[in-house]
């Protein structure tokens, strides 16, 4: 592996994965965003991630509180460090990032696209497996392939997030009756096929305790990365008199 590079100041340079949903939201889905000061978030009907500066000060913090609203449970993805007083942490879980190291990426015969229309079986699906959050307009985010057996939904992949260069596989999932069968790793590689074809790197999350799946997707060509962290954090009841609404950004 090469050296690790490093900024002007001397200091390790940031990778646009070290914060990808910020990298997104100022890069390829810029036009999802919605900004308050320095902090951007998807519509609550794309995606439950917002964003923070990588080194967020008090303002930042007052800023993720009024776009979010009084109250609000906030998925905080990646951050290690404390949150002010007055908020909550509501959930905290380890997890890790992959990256593509060598897939043997390659469309699959049965995937289809699925589109608009197949919102409402995949939600169902999710809503069954449990991979992460698939809200009405996820399916906006990129490419979703899935797999039907006599017409039924029994498998999905598809891609969320998308920093620069790179685009995050999500929301791989098997109806619990088709496992067993190989569908998802199908998927996996049928959606890193799709990546590779624009010239972009696939990478992905999940649980550092989900062991079966983190020495699946290594089989396949998947590198660990980076160890991260799955926060979520309630924002204060209260908020300043000074809040305004959020800003979209175009």
């Given at each position: 592996?090469s050296?690790?590079?490093?900024d ?6 940031r990778?646009?994965l070290?914060?990808?949903?910020l990298?997104s ?11 308050r000061?320095r ?5 609550v009907d794309?995606s ?6 990588d080194?967020?000060d008090?303002d930042?913090?007052?800023d993720?509180a ?5 109250g609000?449970?906030?998925?905080l993805?990646?951050y290690r ?9 509501t959930?905290?879980?380890e997890?890790?990032?992959?990256v ?6 390659a469309?699959?015969?049965e995937?289809v696209?699925?589109?608009p229309a197949?919102?409402?079986?995949m939600r169902d699906?999710v809503a ?6 698939f809200e ?8 979703y392939?899935?797999i039907?057996?006599?017409g039924?939904l029994?498998a999905?992949?598809?891609?969320r ?6 685009t ?8 619990p009756a ?8 199908r998927?996996?590689l049928?959606?890193?096929h799709g990546?590779r074809?624009?010239g972009?790197t696939?990478?992905l999350h999940t649980?550092a305790q989900?062991t079966n799946?983190?020495?699946l997707?290594?089989?396949?060509g ?8 799955f926060?979520a954090?309630?924002a204060?009841?209260?908020l300043?008199?000074?809040?305004r609404?959020?800003?979209g950004?175009?």
């Amino acid at each position: 592996m090469s050296a690790t590079s490093h900024d002007q100041s001397g200091q390790p340079a940031r990778h646009v994965l070290d914060n990808p949903a910020l990298a997104s939201l100022t890069g390829p889905h810029a036009h999802f965003a919605e900004r308050r000061g320095r902090v951007l978030r998807y519509p609550v009907d794309v995606s439950p991630w917002l964003a923070l500066p990588d080194e967020p000060d008090a303002d930042d913090w007052a800023d993720l509180a009024a776009l979010a609203g009084p109250g609000a449970e906030i998925p905080l993805p990646g951050y290690r460090g404390a949150v002010p007083e007055g908020w909550e942490i509501t959930f905290r879980a380890e997890g890790v990032q992959l990256v593509d190291d060598g897939l043997a990426a390659a469309p699959d015969p049965e995937a289809v696209r699925l589109g608009p229309a197949d919102v409402p079986e995949m939600r169902d699906l999710v809503a069954r497996t449990q991979p992460g959050p698939f809200e009405p307009r996820t399916i906006e985010l990129g490419t979703y392939l899935g797999i039907r057996r006599e017409g039924r939904l029994v498998a999905m992949a598809g891609e969320r997030l998308h920093p620069p260069g790179w685009t995050e596989i999500s929301a791989v999932c098997t109806d619990p009756a088709a496992r067993g069968q190989g569908l998802a790793s199908r998927l996996v590689l049928a959606v890193a096929h799709g990546i590779r074809e624009r010239g972009e790197t696939p990478f992905l999350h999940t649980g550092a305790q989900n062991t079966n799946a983190i020495r699946l997707y290594e089989s396949l060509g998947f590198r660990l990365r980076l160890r991260t962290a799955f926060l979520a954090a309630r924002a204060p009841e209260r908020l300043g008199e000074e809040d305004r609404e959020a800003v979209g950004v175009a």
